[in-house]
């Protein structure tokens, strides 16, 4: 038993957060989210280089074949300071890959999520925003025995910069995955301007595309596979958002100390110093469920359900306040569009829905809770 | 990170599990005292009383994986407490096994294992709560002795207490923190009088204790003159270290779950209610939090870092799970809430367990002036 990081992880941390320093600090996000996609091939192909790209890609594949407690670390940095990226999205690409891609689907994208030439995402909501399976009314039409799909996807992360959607639709029967490039005939892409400008996302409109065999996943259980992919980006978006909690609650703690009113550092009065070390107490227990969640994705998969909802409900709820507390201790200056600090609360905005929101994630843990201990009364 | 166990740490838990289903019976007879006694005198022959203190104390001399598997699975099966002197074992023990003298050592901590003694901890004063500090219950040096003069209150168990874990001033002349001194004083002492003060849930569970005049044998002080501060801060962390905490929480969701299973509310069973299911999903959350939060802890003291002001941590949790839960116990009553019953003095009694220890206040100062960083008020 032990949980604590490895020293590479220490020094993955580190190579990170030196990354950042120099390549993205806050000023250069700022520059980014005037940018059409919020997204820079230079940022994306240096993200290559440094190897974090293809952190969750297997060696054959051209990645380091890490895993996603190592994954984790990377998001908690880039969260900390907001790094506008496709680093989630591509890395949930890299994962459907894994869990359901054919050789074939391996080889022609895994080398290209690793080395920056493409950037992958999910496609899974539809207007009536209902997670999962149950919410995908996309219908496939058979044409020979290619899937043909009439429709369209909302709320796609990172829509404008993405090269290939993995697609969730209805098959002849159940829940299938497809491969749709976004320069196959009938793709089209509209961006929805963002309330945060750091985090893009689209609707993605499909008309008569058509899915060849070899476009699709395998399909031996594939509404498992979306529930997995979908508790990958559970745990994912939590890593990122933790870190950006950290990030708020850093920048609150510095103006704390150096604001000065009634001749005091305002950090001194238990109003503010009281909530900053609540704050602290929440992600603290954040890291805690977020690193065995982590953990439990590679180690022990069928704990992962249970641990993502967990550490997501409580992230999803506790930024929620940080973002608006840390405004608030902020004064006026947190109004300002000058301050960074809004730049978090908009951020924990983007985050609380991700992947379900609290309630969402309490009430499944409730049906886990009442499946395990055949506790009567479900309704 | 790696959350398996070795096959040696799995075979004690195996053989952890194979004692309780030998030796306690379902349901655990827990208010039998004939079953108690012997409980205890089988764990004692294990070692498993004082888990981890030394062996040549008496102790099991056992490490911190085994004792949180132990904790763990003495938990799951709801077994009764390993040893009765709780405050004995969980602070004042730990504190004598890193400052006590040889002699100490011999006359304490064996006597603690075995149950023959019941100590209670003297800190806090009618003016001294959370500034514990500034206490000023005087001992003068008298010879070999220490005479006592003042008063302490609060103090847990000091009815049936057979000792006292003693915070006293000896030099009012240094800063508030060098002039405090710990001594280990028996409560029969001549000068010692107890007054009981009933709890708000009708219960005599704290006291005020007199010291008129109490002489006690220099031999009684608990490392050096003036050193008390630091004898008892290193208790504390004891007291807030997470593991245990979790273990207790856990049961008690456990508790709550039962409870809402066979409650109705407005004519709908309990758990057909969203309300109820999203806040025992939230109380699962933090109890698991919690537990984790230990093990990040834990793998710490492996690695010889000692816990610090983090154990706040659970402290906290523990505190906002506890009257979550004592408000959702009354609400699943629902009129009968009203009532006198087991359920709702329990209710009542969370809200003294909050406090007990340092109030959450305290807590959220010492995480923000020694983790954050921000000035003292």
Request: aromatic share 8%; hydrophobic share 40%.
């Amino acid at each position: 038993m032990n949980f604590g990081f490895s020293e590479e992880q220490g020094y993955l941390r580190d190579a990170v957060r030196k990354f950042i320093d120099g390549r993205c600090p806050i000023p250069e996000v700022r520059r980014l989210m005037a940018t059409r996609d919020a997204h820079s091939p230079e940022l994306w192909s240096a993200l290559a280089e440094q190897g974090s790209l293809g952190l969750l890609v297997p060696e054959e594949h051209g990645g380091a074949g890490l895993g996603w407690v190592d994954f984790v670390v990377l998001l908690e940095e880039t969260g900390r300071t907001l790094l506008p990226s496709p680093l989630v999205s591509t890395a949930l690409a890299v994962m459907a890959l894994r869990e359901a891609g054919s050789r074939a689907q391996q080889g022609r994208w895994l080398p290209r999520f690793a080395d920056a030439s493409a950037v992958g995402t999910l496609a899974v909501l539809e207007a009536n925003d209902v997670q999962g399976a149950p919410g995908v009314g996309l219908v496939a039409t058979g044409e020979g025995d290619a899937d043909v799909l009439r429709g369209e996807k909302r709320f796609v992360a990172d829509a404008g910069s993405a090269d290939v959607f993995v697609v969730a639709y209805r098959g002849r029967p159940g829940i299938r995955l497809g491969l749709v490039r976004k320069d196959a005939p009938g793709v089209r892409v509209e961006l929805v301007p963002g309330l945060d400008e750091t985090k893009r996302s689209g609707t993605l409109l499909l008309d008569g595309v058509r899915l060849a065999p070899e476009d699709r996943l395998a399909e031996a259980d594939p509404e498992a596979t979306l529930e997995w992919l979908l508790d990958c980006g559970r745990v994912a978006v939590t890593a990122e958002g933790l870190g950006a909690a950290e990030g708020a609650l850093a920048l609150t703690v510095q103006y704390a100390k150096d604001r000065v009113q009634f001749g005091s550092p305002i950090g001194r009065f238990q109003g503010v110093k009281h909530r900053l070390a609540d704050i602290w107490v929440d992600t603290e227990s954040i890291k805690s469920l977020l690193y065995y969640a982590a953990w439990t994705i590679d180690n022990r998969r069928d704990e992962l359900p249970r641990y993502a909802s967990l550490a997501k409900a409580y992230l999803a709820d506790a930024f929620t306040r940080i973002g608006v507390d840390c405004i608030q201790l902020h004064g006026a200056v947190g109004y300002t569009i000058e301050y960074d600090i809004q730049l978090y609360l908009k951020r924990s905005k983007w985050l609380r829905p991700m992947f379900g929101d609290g309630d969402y994630h309490r009430d499944r843990l409730a049906r886990l809770a009442l499946a395990a201990n055949g506790m009567g009364g479900n309704p | 990170m790696d959350f398996n166990f070795t096959p040696e740490e799995q075979a004690f838990r195996d053989e952890v599990r194979a004692f309780l289903a030998a030796h306690l019976p379902n349901p655990v007879p827990d208010e039998d005292p004939d079953f108690v006694r012997e409980w205890n005198r089988q764990v004692r022959a294990k070692r498993w009383i004082g888990f981890n203190w030394p062996r040549e104390w008496g102790g099991g001399g056992g490490d911190l994986i085994r004792q949180f598997i132990l904790k763990e699975e003495m938990s799951a099966r709801r077994a009764p407490a390993l040893g009765t002197d709780f405050m004995g074992l969980t602070w004042v023990g730990p504190a004598i096994i890193v400052h006590g003298s040889q002699d100490q050592k011999a006359e304490h901590l064996e006597a603690i294992l075995d149950g023959r003694t019941q100590w209670c901890t003297g800190y806090s004063e009618p003016d001294v709560g959370s500034d514990l500090a500034s206490l000023q219950c005087r001992a003068e040096r008298d010879g070999d002795e220490y005479v006592i003069h003042g008063q302490k209150i609060w103090t847990t168990s000091a009815h049936f207490a057979s000792h006292i874990f003693l915070l006293v001033r000896t030099d009012p002349t240094v800063s508030k923190y060098k002039g405090i001194t710990c001594l280990l004083v028996p409560m029969n002492t001549p000068g010692i009088s107890v007054s009981p003060i009933e709890n708000l849930s009708g219960k005599a569970s704290f006291n005020q204790v007199f010291f008129d005049g109490a002489r006690t044998p220099v031999s009684n002080r608990l490392g050096a003159e003036g050193e008390g501060w630091r004898v008892v801060m290193g208790a504390l962390a004891n007291e807030r270290s997470g593991i245990s905490e979790s273990t207790e929480m856990r049961q008690h969701l456990d508790d709550i779950r039962s409870l809402a299973r066979d409650s109705v509310r407005n004519g709908r069973p309990a758990l057909a209610d969203d309300r109820v299911r999203r806040r025992l999903s939230e109380m699962e959350i933090r109890v698991e939090a919690m537990r984790l939060t230990g093990l990040r802890h834990l793998t710490d003291q492996l690695n010889g870092k000692p816990s610090g002001s983090e154990t706040a941590i659970n402290k906290l949790q523990r505190g906002i799970l506890e009257l979550e839960m004592s408000e959702l116990t009354l609400e699943l009553l629902g009129s009968a809430a009203q009532h006198q019953g087991e359920l709702q003095h329990e209710a009542l009694a969370w809200h003294g367990t909050v406090i007990g220890g340092g109030s959450p206040n305290i807590q959220r100062n010492i995480i923000a002036e020694r983790i954050l960083g921000l000035p003292k008020d």
